[in-house]
Nanobody, 127 residues
Framework: QVQLVQSAGGSVQAGGSLTLSCAVSGRTFSSFVAGWFRRATGKERQFVAAIRWDTNYTVYADSVKGRFTIARDNAENAVLLQMSSLNPDDTAVYYC????????????????????WGQGTQVTVSA
């Protein structure tokens, strides 16, 4: 069993930065994968980024590549999403997610690849 507890989100102006945190507790294995997804109003939940726990290999959606960074916080046993150069299109509820099994390139980007989810946190970017 894995528990994911997300930090609060926030509101920023376009061009600003924000870091989200997701504390991970419970059993993890070398195959553990943590990811971030987001859902904008009226849209499907979409993949943002993921990290493989054993290799720190990262994967990003094209829309955030170069602006967002996913990373482990080993001291806090958490997964971070560092967001910069934010724009209004990044406004959404952000969810962290976790899988106890290794995911291939397709599943790592799919909601069905993840068994555990955080509670979601709102990020609002104003123009």
């Amino acid at each position: 069993q894995v528990q994911l507890v997300q930090s609060a989100g926030g509101s920023v102006q376009a061009g600003g930065s924000l870091t989200l945190s997701c504390a991970v507790s419970g059993r993890t294995f070398s195959s553990f994968v943590a990811g971030w997804f987001r859902r904008a109003t009226g849209k499907e939940r979409q993949f943002v980024a993921a990290i493989r726990w054993d290799t720190n290999y990262t994967v990003y959606a094209d829309s955030v590549k170069g602006r967002f960074t996913i990373a482990r916080d080993n001291a806090e046993n958490a997964v971070l999403l560092q967001m910069s150069s934010l724009n209004p299109d990044d406004t959404a509820v952000y969810y962290c997610a976790a899988s106890l099994v290794r995911l291939n390139e397709a599943l790592v980007r799919a909601t069905r690849g993840y068994n555990y989810w955080g509670q979601g946190t709102q990020v609002t970017v104003s123009a």
